[in-house]
């Protein structure tokens, strides 16, 4: 379930704008005025049965009230923009204030993943985290009955529609990735954009929306801690372990426990790609997504299992590449991967060794130039995302550094 942005690379031109593997990063002070509690939990668990789905809860508010509810099992996704959760029972009862377009209708949006989308309404809502709030924001409501019928477009470009948990692995979708708004300054200007719609009772017409009606990311709306998160997962054994349990820290080098420390900075484009060399090839549209669970690459010796999307080397088999930030910093990775029916069979969610080859993400030429680094790749270290525009001690984002 790639995250990372198969819209965007048309749509997302807002905003403006390096090596070792490694584990965790040393902490050093850095000293800020009145902190916040910034950390929130993250879980690795096996809900709805999945391997390497990394969870966190989310309360959303009705803006400016006590009415809260608290979504858990919300998947922490670097790979996309905006929070969406299902229009559950609890979501519903919030009554969130819906968002309408200038025609007077409402605001719908379709959201592509690399191989699935989501489609429903745009509503308002207060974003809480750990001791954190985004006051009033865009957030998408999937699967909202509501809304009329999924476009055209969308259900015929989008693949599988993740409108249930089932679909999902999740009660809703974190996206955290390196841009503040879900489009951007395309779909402000273009209205054939076919990501925003608007919606009257049977019908809906892609739209031009502004920005302060866009999804966003909302930690970039945090009153601080909003220049960037750090995805911190424990070091597992190499043939996984049943879960894992980490940490969500919002901010970089705001307060004592995000100082930046020895992380390597690879600064990324707008659609959060760095370059990944890999046997000689580089692929130029590399990502760091936490949102797909394991390594996706392209290698043709080592064998596919069947009926799977996934490696099955007859024995653990020892790997590098090297990734390369838009700063020129460069830096190796060393990975392993491993049997899928052995990793299957060893009943743990969490899986540090677990790659597919680049057919998981489907056909689109694009894809043939990705490496993708999903949440084998976060097991044992600090991973930083750095936001566009956003000052950090490791210079302005957009960046990743571990």
Known sequence: MRKYFIAVLLLLLAGCGGGSSGGGNPISTASVAAPVQNTAPITVDGAFNSVNRAYTSVTICA????????????LIDTGSVGLRLLSTPAVQALKLATQS?????QLGECYFYVTSYVWGSTKLADVKMAGETAGNVAVQIVADPAMPAVPDYCSSTGGSAQNTTTAMDANGILGIGVTPYDCGATCATTQ????????????????????????????TQFAQDNNGVIVQLPSIANTGAVNATGQLIF?????????????????????????????????GDSAIDSGTNRYIFLDNTLPICAGTVDFCPLMPTALSAVNVGGNGSNGTVNFSVANINDLFGSGNFAQNERAGPQSALGTNSYFSTSFIWGLSFFYGRSVFVAFNGKSTPGGTGPYYAY
């Open 63 to 74: 803006p400016g009230t006590n009415n809260c509810q608290t979504i858990d099992h919300v």
């Open 101 to 105: 377009t200038t025609a007077g209708n």
């Open 192 to 219: 054939a954009n076919n990501r925003y719609y608007t919606c009257d009772a049977t019908t809906c017409t892609s739209t031009t929306v502004p920005l302060v009606q866009q999804v966003v990311n909302p930690v």
């Open 251 to 283: 901010g970089i080098g705001t307060q004592a426990d995000n100082a930046l420390g020895s992380a390597q900075v690879y600064a990324t484009n707008l659609n959060g790609n760095i370059t990944t060399i890999y046997k000689g090839t580089s692929f």
